[in-house]
């Protein structure tokens, strides 16, 4: 991943000021063209106005499009949408909704990491966490990586309703919090692990909690594996990306039943 810092030895000030020049130096360039080639206005008449605003928004057109042919070539080179917000002065979250899409799995768009093979169907990911913060940072996480049937319910029973509603896909993984609501997420894993239509899933714990008798318990219930959530936000985004990378690409699936 690239870092941080940019080429631009300048504030943001500073860049704000010297485009703004340029960008009114050019409209007002091209609005004196066509203005010497129409007949002169008279007094009053708001049609240079309309005419620079004209030119004005067409300029904003185009230097959005410019943004976004940027920011697809920062992901294809890389870049996250940390770093692509970063360089416009916005949050992961405001790049993410301003370009959607940016690493989604085709041969035209750009991924953050790369796939190994391209699946023959979306992958189907449940979700069993009760905060909504982690949820969201789960979910745009996981959007990077690719195309993903993301499902989330908040606690151990709901899982299991999902589970076992005939109507549902069969998950490819489940990412598993521990402090949940109704049934929590220990609980729950003893349950997928000694069911026989379950337990081939693979389960990620993915928590808070780094208690010795946590991380103990869940691999004698037979997780998969047991993350701590980072802190740090993109900590935490590559934490899931990594879980994602090594279950969804890496590792080879059971055939579903």
Same mark, same amino acid.
């Given at each position: 991943?690239?870092?941080?810092?940019?080429?631009?030895?300048?504030?943001?000030?500073?860049?704000?000021?010297?485009?703004?020049?340029?960008?009114?130096?050019?409209?007002?360039?091209?609005? &004196?063209?066509?203005?010497?080639?129409?007949?002169?206005?008279?007094?009053?008449?708001?049609?240079?106005?309309?005419?620079?605003?004209?030119?004005?928004?067409?300029?904003?057109?185009?230097?959005?499009?410019?943004?976004?042919?940027?920011?697809?070539?920062?992901?294809?080179? !890389?870049?996250?949408?940390?770093?692509?917000?970063?360089?416009? !002065?916005?949050?992961?979250?405001?790049?993410?909704?301003?370009?959607?899409?940016?690493?989604?799995?085709?041969?035209?768009?750009?991924?953050?990491?790369?796939?190994?093979?391209?699946?023959?169907?979306?992958?189907?990911?449940?979700?069993?966490?009760?905060?909504?913060?982690?949820?969201?940072?789960?979910?745009?996480?996981?959007?990077?990586?690719?195309?993903?049937?993301?499902?989330?319910?908040?606690?151990?029973?709901?899982?299991?309703?999902?589970?076992?509603?005939?109507?549902?896909?069969?998950?490819?993984?489940?990412?598993?919090?521990?402090?949940?609501?109704?049934?929590?997420?220990?609980?729950?894993?003893?349950?997928?692990?000694?069911?026989?239509?379950?337990?081939?899933?693979?389960?990620?714990?993915?928590?808070?909690?780094?208690?010795?008798?946590?991380?103990? !318990?869940?691999?004698?219930?037979?997780?998969?594996?047991?993350?701590?959530?980072?802190?740090?936000?993109?900590?935490?985004?590559?934490?899931? &990306?990594?879980?994602?990378?090594?279950?969804?690409?890496?590792?080879?699936?059971?055939?579903?039943?």
């Amino acid at each position: 991943m690239p870092g941080k810092n940019f080429a631009l030895r300048t504030t943001p000030e500073e860049t704000a000021a010297v485009a703004d020049a340029a960008v009114g130096q050019l409209a007002r360039r091209l609005a &004196q063209q066509l203005l010497e080639e129409a007949p002169p206005a008279p007094t009053g008449d708001p049609a240079p106005a309309l005419s620079l605003l004209h030119l004005l928004d067409q300029l904003q057109q185009a230097a959005e499009r410019l943004q976004r042919s940027a920011a697809l070539a920062a992901a294809r080179a !890389g870049a996250g949408y940390p770093q692509i917000g970063s360089a416009c !002065g916005m949050t992961r979250q405001g790049a993410r909704r301003r370009w959607p899409g940016l690493f989604q799995h085709s041969d035209e768009a750009p991924m953050e990491h790369p796939m190994m093979t391209t699946p023959a169907r979306p992958f189907d990911v449940l979700l069993v966490e009760d905060d909504m913060a982690d949820a969201m940072l789960i979910e745009e996480a996981l959007s990077e990586r690719g195309t993903r049937n993301l499902v989330q319910v908040t606690d151990g029973l709901a899982a299991l309703e999902h589970l076992r509603d005939p109507g549902s896909a069969r998950p490819d993984l489940i990412v598993l919090d521990l402090n949940m609501p109704r049934m929590n997420g220990r609980d729950l894993l003893k349950v997928l692990k000694t069911d026989e239509d379950l337990q081939t899933i693979p389960v990620v714990v993915l928590t808070t909690s780094t208690a010795p008798d946590d991380v103990a !318990g869940a691999y004698t219930s037979h997780a998969n594996a047991y993350v701590a959530k980072p802190v740090n936000l993109e900590e935490f985004e590559k934490a899931v &990306q990594s879980i994602d990378a090594f279950y969804l690409d890496t590792a080879i699936h059971p055939p579903r039943t």
